[in-house]
């Protein structure tokens, strides 16, 4: 009985860590960035690294809002321990921060912390998502 609960348990440990490897967005680079905001469509960058934890929950939201809005709105991450002279471009102060830009390129506004789905896709609408 032992044995199954640990087996159960290293299978639910495995394929949680599996699901949390997929849901990550590559790091962008500073020509990706520049690319996603010279698209003519909304932005939102998110500044943060693979090993913050509140970061780390955001991976699965940034990766479905990629998927989902493919075509009409980017959706960058960075990673700052990997890309330290981008976040400083940007003016990163904590991690994460998600910076929205309208679709000129513009940023409209900033926000640090953890952000869920909804209020990310309403910074996205006011950014001109449609």
Known sequence: M??????ALLITICSY????????????????????LASGKPTVADFGA???IPCKKMAPILEELNRELKGKAN????DVWAAPAIAQDYRVQ???????????????KRHMGFMEKADILKELKAAGLK
């Not at 959706?75 to 960075?78: E, G, H």
């Not at 904590?94 to 409209?108: L, S, V, W």
């Open 2 to 7: 032992k044995k199954l609960l640990i087996t």
């Open 17 to 36: 860590s599996a699901q949390a490897i997929a849901a990550e967005l590559p790091s962008s680079n500073d020509a990706v960035i520049r690319a996603a």
């Open 50 to 52: 693979r090993t913050c």
């Open 75 to 78: 959706v960058t991450f960075t």
């Open 94 to 108: 904590m991690i994460p921060t998600q910076i929205f830009f309208d679709a000129k390129g513009k940023e409209i």
